[in-house]
């Protein structure tokens, strides 16, 4: 049973990175269905996991979404081996995925969007997919953009670059300070470009290893501080320290 169940978590996560890819290139699932020989009701199942993809068809997926087959695969982050964390800095060991929130005065409530972590690539940085403003921290493949892009390590910071799945011109890059020091979350900066109204902006994050709960205090905390207008003036910038 436990086999099973497994099996169909494998399943639904490989659809999703299907489903991910697709829209990256711009393709209807029937589109999809032509370049691999399949039916749209077939692909359909496979980006909703509700059926086995053999390895052949993930080969040919791959293939047409011109994309390799170690990004559609799924890994399991607490089982992977001991390479795929060599070097990796401590707040990001074993972690697969992240959570992020911050204020959005447009709506004025807490927006989540969710980082998966996908692989490691051959210069060390890992292939990230981003699921921005989610629903919910379950479904969060239910979002409002897309972007894939990578993820970079480095002595003092980390830095998450990524393009959005169906407009290349919005790019979005994640800074996250000291990821050296293991903590259940850290602050960090993003910045990109908003379509509501048009315009670049930068943006306070709270980055989490596990969903939050949203409460009034905890989208206190991610406003505009006192401390942050203090440094704007300071600075004449707009800064993250935490």
Not at 128 to 145: D, T, V
Request: hydrophobic share 40%.
């Amino acid at each position: 049973m436990k086999r099973m169940m497994d099996m169909s978590l494998i399943s639904q996560e490989i659809g999703k990175k299907i489903r991910l890819y697709r829209k990256r290139s711009h393709w209807t699932i029937e589109e999809l269905a032509v370049h691999i020989y399949k039916s749209k009701a077939t692909v359909s199942k496979y980006e909703r996991g509700e059926i086995a993809i053999d390895i052949e068809t993930l080969y040919d997926i791959a293939e047409a979404l011109r994309v390799s087959i170690d990004d559609l695969l799924y890994r399991d982050a607490q089982k992977a081996p001991t390479a795929f964390w060599e070097d990796v800095p401590t707040f990001f060991k074993h972690v697969s995925r992240l959570f992020y929130y911050y204020y959005d005065g447009r709506s004025n409530d807490v927006a989540l969007s969710v980082i998966d972590i996908l692989s490691r690539r051959p210069d060390g940085s890992f292939a990230i997919a981003m699921y921005m403003n989610c629903e919910n921290p379950e479904q969060y493949q239910n979002c409002e953009n897309t972007y894939t892009g990578y993820m970079k390590h480095y002595d003092s910071i980390t830095n998450l670059v990524m393009e959005h799945t169906t407009s290349p011109m919005e790019l979005y890059m994640i800074n996250i300070l000291a990821p050296f020091l293991d903590a259940p979350h850290k602050w960090a900066m993003g910045k990109g470009i908003s379509f509501r109204p048009f315009m670049p902006v930068a943006t306070k994050l709270w980055i989490s290893k596990k969903p939050e709960k949203i409460t009034k205090d905890f989208a206190d905390t991610l406003r505009i501080s006192k401390e942050d207008i203090r440094l704007l003036k300071l600075y004449n910038a707009f800064v993250v320290t935490g």
